[in-house]
């Protein structure tokens, strides 16, 4: 006697479709920018954008500010929130930080002392953003403060505990005396 092949099952539909969803992949939503209308920039409508306040501190001694605004969505993304205010070091900076990292070297003295500003395309998550050399007049939806590496700061708290101990009011220690003998 022989043995009769096993037939296959033939799949439902509703399993076909299961499948080539699955072979897809997840939907994914990019959010968008919003775009120009009648000749108005999306970055200067208030409703569309967040403002980013940076304070960069290139040695220990000196806060230079920009300010950045941004689309929501970069806001969002960067992981920023209403008042929200993140302190780093510049070697180890975070997401945010990171992302709006080439805003740091924009300006030069000129541009600081004339109140410069730039409209920029950054990579990644932040796209296009509004670059100011000055700071804010009103209070920033978030505030990142960039200070230097840690070697940096304590090379400089060193220096300066020298120079203190160099000019403080104190008299100088009296040198040691060792009973020597002549002859």
């Given at each position: 006697?022989?043995?009769?092949?096993?037939?296959?099952?033939?799949?439902?539909?509703?399993?076909?479709?299961?499948?080539?969803?699955?072979?897809?992949?997840?939907?994914?939503?990019?959010?968008?920018?919003?775009?120009?209308?009648?000749?108005?920039?999306?970055?200067?409508?208030?409703?569309?954008?967040?403002?980013?306040?940076?304070?960069?501190?290139?040695?220990?001694?000196?806060?230079?500010?920009?300010?950045?605004?941004?689309?929501?969505?970069?806001f969002e993304q960067?992981?920023?929130?209403?008042?929200?205010?993140?302190?780093?070091?510049?070697?180890?900076?975070?997401?945010?930080?990171?992302?709006?990292?080439?805003?740091?070297?924009?300006?030069?003295?000129?541009?600081?002392?004339?109140?410069?500003?730039?409209?920029?395309?950054?990579?990644g998550i932040v796209?296009?953003?509004?670059?100011?050399?000055?700071?804010?007049?009103?209070?920033?939806?978030?505030?990142?403060h960039i200070r230097?590496?840690?070697?940096?700061?304590?090379?400089?708290?060193?220096?300066?505990?020298?120079?203190?101990?160099?000019?403080?009011?104190?008299?100088?220690?009296?040198?040691?005396?060792?009973?020597?003998?002549?002859?």
């Amino acid at each position: 006697m022989v043995k009769s092949k096993r037939k296959k099952r033939k799949p439902s539909a509703e399993w076909k479709k299961l499948r080539q969803q699955h072979m897809k992949g997840p939907k994914r939503v990019n959010i968008r920018d919003p775009r120009q209308k009648k000749g108005v920039d999306p970055l200067l409508v208030p409703a569309n954008t967040k403002k980013i306040q940076i304070w960069y501190s290139k040695t220990c001694r000196d806060k230079v500010p920009i300010s950045v605004v941004v689309f929501n969505r970069a806001f969002e993304q960067m992981g920023l929130y209403k008042g929200k205010s993140i302190s780093m070091h510049r070697d180890r900076l975070k997401s945010s930080g990171r992302a709006l990292e080439k805003t740091l070297d924009l300006f030069n003295h000129n541009n600081r002392l004339e109140g410069a500003w730039f409209k920029k395309r950054l990579e990644g998550i932040v796209g296009r953003c509004l670059v100011f050399s000055q700071a804010f007049e009103c209070v920033p939806d978030a505030t990142l403060h960039i200070r230097p590496t840690r070697e940096e700061e304590e090379r400089d708290r060193k220096t300066s505990d020298h120079i203190d101990a160099l000019f403080s009011q104190n008299p100088p220690k009296p040198a040691r005396t060792v009973a020597v003998e002549y002859m």
